[in-house]
């Protein structure tokens, strides 16, 4: 035993200062704050816990027959509604007189009195019946007393819940606010419960919705007062994952949990379970609302629940922070020798948040801290070479990679010009041939007249307009190009083949691709602040709205099958050069044509040196 100790004091003698201080420093504080605060705390936290979920349990069991006796009171309503007189007259039975007698009825007046005393009931604010009758200007809609009660469906035509039962032929749907249109929340109510019936008038059905609108200030209410917790929320949900209503609406959308999650977590109306939602403990309860098929679902968040029990811990938090502060005092006057260099080295690297890293003066002792400092200068001047060479190497890249887009787009217009050229030479048309080819060496003399890949909207305009013009001597001059970009944007630079490919797509896979294989492309262009837009706009069949996420990512293909690379590259290359925010946009109505905005920051026409023309691409 003795040798033991020996061996351990040996060893502690032998350590490092710093290490000593450390080791007696962690010894000092964090042995007795560990045993006692992994005590408490540990027993603090778990009684907390416990009595909170025990309240929300308690308030929850109270809370959510409340939410079925307001849901009931509003079926009731539409229930009641349905046995007066007048409404079994029109809907229970088939009609035959005339609805200008019918709306002007005593019994008709007699029936709107019956609802006014209804929707004085709370929570309900209002009761309509949209009818699908082909008179808008029916007695029935336009009399001042049935029609505070009855309206035709073009006011409904448009709301998510029409939508709804349009889709899906359900006879009743409990509708939260945003299934409702702007007018039903703004007059009559943010909620309501609607069942779908028939109007038979004179040997033929109309359909009918019955909508009773209520206010979702009742449910709030009820939610909000189930909780005991701040920082807690109530939130109810459908079957179809909408929220219904909330305590608070930006917590539930902070702790949503889907309506599959739930109906998979949910064992009983008294159990929570945990949870963890972005990074942070929860702990959560179900109650099912068993007549809409609803959940009810509380949140507790974990960091009130923790703010509780360090409350209790303050007194004996302050007692430690006390005794602390006694070992920190001590150990800085005991380690203040050797502090004050490793702070230097300390502050020197935080500056790497600023900038690059800068070495430090070489130390005058060779120590632990003069071997830190040595090495922390080895590293800055390893990190400041690193750094250039990747600079340079993403230089590198840029450039081969916009070279590479580039060099991908001119042999496919060659490509296909070539093999219009070949199908005039087959059929002897020599004039024709002259005149596209002195076409096409004007192209590429457009083209190619300079080494750098910047051309002006003057020349890509006419360029394109080359362009078209070979391909009318194909197709019969079928494709009418009209140009109307203003001439104070002709000057300013854009890289080649921008345009060609846009219009290129818009000929083969937008005109040509109409029964009658004509149509009109226009090019025009306007300032937007520190950009120009370019827009070309054609006539075409237009671009079926399943494939418009695919044109610009480059796996798209046209209708016709071919593929949209030529696009895809023109928009990667123009993103290269300038950035993420430029390129091209799309937007196409299918059978009316298509619109290609190019967005390009406003830079005039200059002859770039090569090393500008590489920090421009950088």
């Known amino acids: 035993m003795g040798n033991v100790f020996r061996r351990i004091r040996q060893t502690y003698g032998d350590m490092k200062l710093q290490t000593k201080l450390t080791i007696s420093l962690l010894l000092a504080v964090?042995?007795?704050?560990?045993?006692?605060?992994?005590?408490?705390?540990?027993?603090?936290?778990?009684?907390?816990?416990?009595?909170?979920?025990?309240?929300?349990?308690?308030?929850?069991?109270?809370?959510?027959?409340?939410?079925?006796?307001?849901?009931?009171?509003?079926?009731?309503?539409?229930?009641?509604?349905?046995t007066l007189p007048f409404y079994k007259k029109l809907f229970h039975q088939p009609v035959n007189s005339p609805m200008s007698t019918l709306a002007e009825s005593a019994?008709?007046?007699?029936?709107?009195?019956?609802?006014?005393?209804?929707?004085?009931q709370e929570p309900i604010t209002?009761?309509?019946?949209?009818?699908?009758?082909?008179?808008?200007?029916?007695?029935?809609?336009?009399?001042?007393?049935?029609?505070?009660?009855?309206?035709?469906?073009?006011?409904?035509?448009?709301?998510?819940?029409?939508?709804?039962?349009?889709?899906?032929?359900?006879?009743?749907?409990y509708c939260p606010s945003f299934y409702l249109g702007a007018q039903e929340q703004t007059e009559y109510g943010d909620m309501a419960y609607i069942r779908s019936g028939s109007l038979y008038y004179h040997g033929v059905s109309y359909k009918t919705y019955v909508a009773v609108y209520y206010s979702s200030a009742t449910l709030t209410s009820v939610l909000s007062e189930n909780l005991a917790l701040e920082?807690?929320?109530?939130?109810?949900?459908?079957?179809?994952?909408?929220?219904?209503?909330?305590?608070?609406?930006?917590?539930?959308?902070i702790?949503?949990?889907?309506?599959?999650?739930?109906?998979d977590s949910f064992t009983s109306s008294n159990n929570f379970i945990e949870r963890t939602i972005l990074d942070s403990k929860i702990y959560a309860g179900f109650y099912r609302i068993n007549?809409?098929?609803?959940?009810?679902?509380?949140?507790?968040?974990?960091?009130?629940?923790?703010?509780?029990?360090?409350?209790?811990?303050?007194?004996?938090?302050?007692?430690?922070?006390?005794?602390?502060?006694?070992?920190?005092?001590?150990?800085?006057?005991?380690?203040?020798?050797?502090?004050?260099?490793?702070?230097?080295?300390?502050?020197?690297?935080?500056?790497?948040?600023?900038?690059?890293?800068?070495p430090m003066e070489s130390p005058a002792f060779h120590d632990e801290v003069g071997d830190l400092i040595d090495t922390y200068n080895y590293m800055t001047r390893q990190l400041n070479q690193l750094l250039e060479n990747q600079a340079k190497a993403a230089e590198d890249l840029r450039i081969a990679e916009f070279n590479s887009l580039?060099?991908?787009?001119?042999?496919?217009?060659?490509?296909?010009?070539?093999?219009?050229?070949?199908?005039?030479?087959?059929?002897?048309?020599?004039?024709?041939?002259?005149?596209?080819?002195?076409?096409?060496?004007?192209?590429?003399?457009?083209?190619?007249?300079?080494?750098?890949s910047i051309s002006t909207i003057a020349q890509e305009d006419e360029h394109v307009s080359i362009y078209v013009h070979l391909q009318n001597m194909r197709y019969h001059d079928n494709i009418e190009f009209i140009s109307d970009v203003p001439d104070?944007?002709?000057?300013?630079?854009?890289?080649?083949?921008?345009?060609?490919?846009?219009?290129?797509?818009?000929?083969?896979?937008?005109?040509?691709?109409?029964?009658?294989?004509?149509?009109?492309?226009?090019?025009?262009?306007?300032?937007?602040?520190?950009?120009?837009?370019?827009?070309i706009s054609d006539d075409g069949v237009g671009i079926a709205p399943e494939k418009m996420p695919t044109i610009l990512s480059g796996t798209g293909q046209s209708a016709s099958g071919g593929t949209n690379i030529a696009i895809y590259n023109t928009h990667r290359r123009l993103q290269i050069l300038y950035g993420e925010n430029y390129g091209l946009s799309y937007s196409s109505v299918p059978g009316e044509g298509t619109e290609v905005q190019i967005r390009i920051p406003a830079k005039r026409e200059s002859h770039l040196s090569s090393t500008e023309y590489r920090k421009q691409l950088s």
């Open 406 to 452: 580039q060099a991908q787009i001119n042999p496919h217009f060659l490509y296909n010009t070539m093999d219009m050229i070949n199908w005039m030479a087959l059929q002897g048309r020599t004039s024709e041939i002259s005149n596209a080819v002195q076409s096409l060496s004007r192209f590429y003399k457009l083209t190619l007249s300079r080494k750098q």
């Open 291 to 358: 007549k809409p098929g609803w959940f009810m679902v509380t949140v507790l968040p974990s960091g009130p629940l923790i703010d509780q029990s360090n409350q209790i811990m303050v007194q004996y938090v302050i007692l430690y922070l006390v005794f602390l502060a006694l070992a920190l005092f001590l150990s800085t006057l005991s380690a203040r020798s050797i502090t004050g260099r490793i702070s230097s080295v300390s502050n020197q690297m935080k500056t790497v948040r600023q900038g690059p890293p800068v």
């Open 30 to 82: 964090t042995i007795p704050v560990l045993m006692l605060g992994a005590f408490f705390y540990g027993k603090l936290y778990d009684m907390v816990v416990s009595y909170t979920i025990r309240q929300e349990q308690d308030a929850s069991a109270k809370t959510s027959p409340l939410i079925e006796e307001t849901v009931q009171k509003v079926v009731d309503t539409s229930s009641a509604f349905s």
């Open 231 to 253: 920082g807690s929320v109530s939130y109810i949900i459908n079957e179809r994952d909408n929220l219904v209503a909330s305590s608070d609406s930006s917590l539930s959308g």
């Open 126 to 173: 209002r009761i309509r019946v949209y009818i699908d009758w082909p008179n808008e200007k029916s007695p029935l809609f336009a009399s001042p007393s049935t029609g505070e009660v009855f309206a035709p469906f073009s006011q409904i035509k448009g709301t998510y819940w029409y939508g709804i039962f349009q889709g899906t032929g359900a006879s009743e749907l």
């Open 107 to 120: 019994q008709a007046q007699e029936f709107v009195r019956q609802v006014q005393k209804i929707t004085d």
């Open 255 to 263: 702790y949503w949990l889907s309506y599959g999650t739930i109906e």
């Open 488 to 535: 104070e944007l002709m000057e300013y630079q854009i890289p080649k083949l921008t345009l060609q490919p846009v219009v290129e797509n818009a000929i083969l896979h937008g005109i040509l691709e109409k029964p009658s294989k004509s149509g009109t492309i226009v090019l025009t262009g306007w300032m937007e602040g520190e950009d120009i837009i370019l827009l």
